[in-house]
């Protein structure tokens, strides 16, 4: 799994404390905002705070900005009270912590707050809601500091179809749609393509006329999840410049896991509900009882996944595109299960120990832990 202890080579440890390594997708926002965590201390639940962050080498964070559609609309003032209530949670971060966190909107910010050793905190937005279907909130999302926006997430807009319900399937970018894209295109805010149907994908990549992210996804022709990016999809991502982050989440890299965690999910249910049922709090706090029983479960019951699955799709994408389109994007905080080995950011150094394994320079895994992200938030900034 990792190297022998005293091999020789490269050090580990030392590359990757040196390299920049930037996380384009994190949920933990909803932690901030549903469960006032202070990510300042070490929290002994979830993926994600500043003390792990520290001790795995973490140097940027993307906080996603998620808008549950179920439970605060796809539109209107609940959406939009949800996402800014979000995006105060992680400046109010930065503005009680700046010996630690510092915001940031441009790639020259992440270079220089990892310099001063602190954090980058960053915002996406995953799915459209919060625009509630006008393109001038676009541009006020902008001024608060997002710089990314998926048009959908598991539930299609009118605008853009979603990979995670049925209308997706025959839903791309409507003429509304095209016109988000040009807006994020002029604005200088990535156009993210995770979550999105197949044809959403295309109509983004047939429609920007800037670099195409895709935050947090993993490959179609390892895990079959519609979710995850098709081989001709990574290469026409990579043909506009774009860069593939591949996602940590078991579900979305293992082969068959999904199926697995059906059966699961049938089976428990109900302790799932009665779980929710005796939750006394609001709608949110609910959500949160479901998952911590979800999270245990899981664990007792689905197969444990690596991180050597995590590089199986970093490796793909570069066999099909090279080394200039991959990055990461843990999804932290925004799922149940991870991988054995990653269990939260301060496991970061053991993907790195895995790209070392497997013959990747030095030069090459600078690339895939930020160098490529930083390259493209270039490509995008520029008028
Ligand atoms: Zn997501």
Known sequence: ????????????????????????????????????????????????????????????????????????????S???????????????????HPETWELATTAADIRRIAA?????????MEGGYAIDEKLENVARYYRMGVRYLSPAWSVSTSWAGSSGDEIGGTRGLNEFGKQVIGEMNRLGMMVDVSHLSDRAFWDIVGTSTKPVIATHSGCRAIADVPRNLTDDMIVALAKTGGVVNVIFYPEHIEPGYAAKKKTVDAEIASL???????EKGDLAHKKLARDRVRRAEYLKRLPPVTVSRVVDHIDHVVKLVGIDHVGIGSDFD????????LKSVADLPNLTKELLRRGYSESDIDKILGGNMLRMMEAVEKK
């Open 272 to 278: 799932v509900q009665r779980a929710s049922d005796e």
């Open 334 to 341: 925004g799922v149940q299960v991870v991988p054995a080995d």
């Open 116 to 124: 001063n050793g602190k954090i980058a905190a960053l915002m996406g």
């Open 78 to 96: 609940r959406a939009i009270r949800r996402a800014d209530i979000q995006i105060e949670a992680v400046q109010a971060l930065a503005a009680k």
């Open 1 to 76: 799994m990792t190297n022998p202890p005293n091999s020789s080579g490269p050090d580990a440890m030392s590359i990757h404390r040196r390299a920049i390594i930037v996380d384009m997708h994190a949920d933990t926002t909803q932690r901030l905002v549903d469960e006032n965590a202070d990510l300042n201390q070490g929290l002994r639940d979830g993926h994600l705070d500043a003390v792990r962050a520290q001790e795995g080498g973490l140097d940027a964070q993307f906080f996603s900005i998620w808008v549950e559609p179920e439970l605060y609309g796809g539109g209107g």
